[in-house]
Every structure is written in structure tokens, then in C-alpha cells.
């Protein structure tokens, strides 16, 4: 938990969300209960193999956890750092869906960590209904930081785009890219958070400022990496031949090869399928901030890759398209 002085400084308090009293002391929870006026949780474990029992605890009852102490002590405002990967249901399915239309049903997810997303917004929304102020934020593909392309690797997009060059290949799928700055999300939301109007909405915080995955490719070969097209199918096949010490997405190779539902791959349900989401309350809230996401574009891309190349993930373009060692991330 961080908690604003007032003054210049952000005081960091140690807890944890899977402990009662969030880890705290009690009298240290019951002092910040008496003094805090507003909540923004954001804790969770992003995890794209494990299922919806294994971030339960975390995802799911650390929110029933942070709505509590929300209602504890002095009345607050409660605001909720979801994700956009709630629509990724049949529900929602090549559908166009506003911010604040309800979230109805909890059937046929891909991944475990969007079913604790659906389920946390549903207490959010039990509380709301017995007067909690409450309001929740679906960012999407969150991503490095505008000016210097920090980003961790250890999402799925980031992956994605080492783990390709690595290979030396990279897929012709029909996905768009929904790459939204992390500075930008976090400006976006405080910003929102602040306004009376944003109580008891949801909002999507998502760039609209799409790229094709194909034309992502073509500015990548452009940005100096020697990289082919080929189908998924071949894609697929290369990528699990590596291990995971050649590449940093083999370990997430199941999400590509996975054909559960009905044969709906993760490329499917976040490509053909995926539904087209508003935004607009977001947009006007924001407006006359002087925060805006920006589009995914050359400068942008290239602050990623500069960024992946001086942290040894990724040749730089001058070296060719090969790493001259194989970093063992995991160890």
C-alpha cells in the first residue's frame, strides 16, 4: 500500500493481499482506515497458464480483502484496476461493448486469470449496490513507458515480440495490437479517479490506435531485423522446437497451440472475435488533461526494441538477426 502525506512524499506500507488486515499490523490498518480517502486497487498475479483455483486467493479474495478495509473506519472511494480481458467470452464475441454495460455472464474464458477478473468486478459491484463508491478500470496490453520503452518481459506482448525475433519468424495472424503505455494508463486513471463523475462507472483504458499485427512485422524488418512471414501453423511448429533457453515465449507456447472451445485458439478470441470496445467515458473525462494515449507507431515501437536490445533480449539490428548468447531469463 502507498499512502499520500500530503507533502512531497509517498510513503510505501508493506502487506499482503493473501494475509487478513492486508498484511498489516492491525493498529497500523485500523490508523490508515481512519485516515485514507480513497483506494486504488491494483494488486494481482498476471499469470497466462494458471487456473482460476491458483489466483483465487490473490485476485479474488485480496479484493474482497481491499473492498473491507475500503468500508472500514472512514467512508472511502474504492477503485478497481481490472482488465480489458473480461470481454474475452462469447458474450462479447464481435460485439460492440460500452464501459458501462454489465458484465452477465461468466462462461467459456480462455484464461484463468480473466475468470478472477469477471468475479472481483462482481463483488465490486455487491458493494457498490450496498453504497460503497466504487468505480473500475480495463486497461489493455499494458505496455513499456512512453519516453524510454521500459518494459518488463515478463507479459505476453513483450514476449511475443522478443520471442519472434528471437525465432526469426513471425506469424500471419489477423490480431491487432492494443499496445497501451504504462505511464500513460496510470496518468489516465489517477487523472479519472479524481473527478466526481468517475463514481460508480467503469472505464476502458485501452488505445484505440490499433496496428495490425501484420504491419507490426513489416516495421520491424524496417527497424533492421531479419524476420520471415509464415503461416501460425509453421510458427507454431518452430516456436515449440525451441527450448526455453533459446526462447523467452516457448514457455507460453501452450496459449498459441491450445485449441479448448470449440478450437478457439488464444489468437482467435483476441483477433477475429474479439470485441470492439468503447471507450468513450474515459476519452471525456480525460479531455483538456493533456492525456492522451498515443498510436502505436514507429517511434514507439523503436524505444521497445531499443530497450529489449540493451538488456541483452534481442541483437541490436547492426549485430543481424541472431543473439550472439542465449540469456537464461528464468534463473
Not at 66 to 91: E, L, Q, T, W
Not at 259 to 270: P, Q, S, T, W
Not at 278 to 304: F, M, R, T
Amino acid at each position: 500500500m502507498l499512502v499520500d502525506t500530503g507533502g512531497e512524499f509517498i510513503v510505501p506500507v508493506p502487506g499482503d493481499l493473501n494475509q487478513a488486515y492486508l498484511g498489516m499490523d492491525e493498529n497500523t490498518y485500523e490508523t490508515l482506515a481512519d485516515c485514507v480517502d480513497m483506494v486504488i486497487h491494483n494488486g494481482a498475479i498476471l499469470n497466462f497458464v494458471l487456473p482460476y483455483s491458483k489466483m483465487k486467493l490473490t485476485n479474488v479474495t485480496g479484493t474482497a480483502r481491499a473492498i473491507a478495509f475500503a468500508c472500514h473506519g472512514k467512508a472511502k472511494y474504492f477503485h478497481y484496476i481490472s482488465s480489458y480481458s473480461v470481454y474475452d467470452n462469447p458474450s462479447h464475441f464481435q460485439k460492440h461493448v460500452l464501459e458501462d454495460d454489465p458484465l452477465e455472464s461468466p462462461d467459456g474464458y480462455f484464461l484463468g486469470y480473466s475468470e478472477t477478473k469477471w468475479v472481483a468486478e462482481k463483488l465490486v459491484g455487491i458493494a457498490r449496490e450496498r453504497g460503497l463508491r466504487a468505480s473500475v478500470y480495463r486497461p489493455g496490453d499494458i505496455t513499456g513507458t512512453l519516453n524510454d520503452g521500459i518494459w518488463k518481459l515478463e507479459d505476453l506482448i513483450s514476449r511475443s515480440i522478443v520471442g519472434c525475433i528471437q525465432l526469426g519468424y513471425f506469424p500471419e495472424i489477423n490480431v491487432n495490437l492494443h499496445l497501451t503505455p504504462v505511464d500513460y494508463v496510470a496518468e489516465a486513471i489517477v487523472c479519472i479517479a479524481f473527478k466526481k463523475e468517475s463514481q460508480n462507472r467503469a472505464f476502458n483504458i485501452i488505445n484505440q490506435k490499433l496496428m495490425p499485427m501484420k504491419d507490426f512485422y513489416l516495421l520491424v524488418k524496417q527497424l533492421g531485423y531479419q524476420a520471415e512471414h509464415i503461416s501460425f501453423g509453421e510458427w507454431c511448429e518452430k516456436l515449440e522446437a525451441c527450448t526455453a533457453e533459446e526462447n523467452v515465449l516457448r514457455i507460453l507456447s501452450c496459449l498459441f497451440t491450445d485449441k479448448r472451445l470449440a478450437g478457439e485458439g488464444l489468437v482467435e478470441r483476441f483477433g477475429v472475435r474479439q470485441a470492439e470496445i468503447d471507450s468513450k467515458g474515459a476519452e471525456a473525462l480525460l479531455k483538456g488533461s493533456g492525456i492522451v494515449c498515443p498510436p502505436v507507431n514507429e517511434a514507439l515501437i523503436k524505444s521497445y526494441l531499443s530497450h529489449f536490445a540493451a538488456c541483452g533480449y534481442i541483437p541490436k539490428p547492426e549485430e543481424g538477426g541472431r543473439l550472439k548468447k542465449i540469456f537464461d531469463f528464468f534463473r
